[in-house]
T-cell receptor, first 113, second 114 residues
Framework: DTAVSQTPKYLVTQMGNDKSIKCEQN?????MYWYKQDSKKFLKIMFS???????INETVPNRFSPKSPDKAHLNLHINSLELGDSAVYFC????????????FGPGTRLTVL | AQSVTQPDIHITVSEGASLELRCNYS??????LFWYVQSPGQGLQLLLK??????LVQGIKGFEAEFKRSQSSFNLRKPSVHWSDAAEYFC????????????FGQGTRLTINP
């Protein structure tokens, strides 16, 4: 039973296209996150949602739009893809209260050509 | 702003040897510190965390880390590494901004020689 799952695992697309990455967690957590890991393995938070409400937005271009249909899902939609968007995107979840462990998904490798 | 520095980008050790991965942080208040491991093609897994109390914390897979406030360090150690420990290791400092915000170091890639 996968705790945090992401689809697709790999995504190859052309510049200018719009794409979505889906994330689901079955841990009953109330908070979900999106992280971006660049080619140098640097990992940076993008967004955090708690009970479908956006609570962290880290200066991400507005081409990136997270959507949380319920607290078990947090999808990432990216418009007008650029070369610099190529990266591995990780979804994570946790309970909000305190510093509970964040559980990470396996990642989605996005390649923009 | 808080930051994390992992001075070693790549470390190679022999199987059975001891390991220490360095982590230095910059944070104005009491830091919440974490070590995560990322195996090839996988997501991140929490090894251990420090919030308060005993400055030597034990984690999974035989890892431990020591918090030293005077040195702003949180180094990860293991007395004897196994080939399966080969992975990328990330140190992170956390703060609460409505939700947990983790700031990661740039990672240290660990290679194990047989």
């Amino acid at each position: 039973d996968t705790a945090v799952s992401q689809t697709p695992k790999y995504l190859v697309t052309q510049m200018g296209n719009d794409k979505s990455i889906k994330c689901e967690q079955n841990l009953g957590h109330d908070t979900m996150y999106w992280y971006k890991q660049d080619s140098k393995k640097f990992l940076k938070i993008m967004f955090s949602y708690n009970n479908k409400e956006l609570i962290i937005n880290e200066t991400v271009p507005n081409r990136f739009s997270p959507k949380s249909p319920d607290k078990a899902h947090l999808n990432l939609h990216i418009n007008s893809l650029e070369l610099g968007d190529s990266a591995v995107y990780f979804c994570a979840s946790s309970q909000l209260a305190g510093y509970n462990e964040q559980f990470f998904g396996p990642g989605t490798r996005l390649t923009v050509l | 702003a808080q930051s994390v520095t992992q001075p070693d980008i790549h470390i190679t050790v022999s199987e059975g040897a001891s390991l220490e991965l360095r982590c230095n942080y910059s944070y104005g208040a009491t830091p919440y510190l974490f070590w995560y491991v990322q195996s090839p093609g996988q997501g991140l897994q929490l090894l251990l965390k420090y919030f308060s109390g005993d400055t030597l914390v034990q984690g999974i897979k035989g890892f431990e880390a020591e918090f030293k406030r005077s040195q702003s360090s949180f180094n990860l150690r293991k007395p004897s590494v196994h080939w399966s420990d080969a992975a990328e290791y990330f140190c992170a400092v956390g703060e609460l901004q409505g939700a947990q915000k983790l700031v990661f170091g740039q990672g240290t890639r660990l290679t194990i020689n047989p």
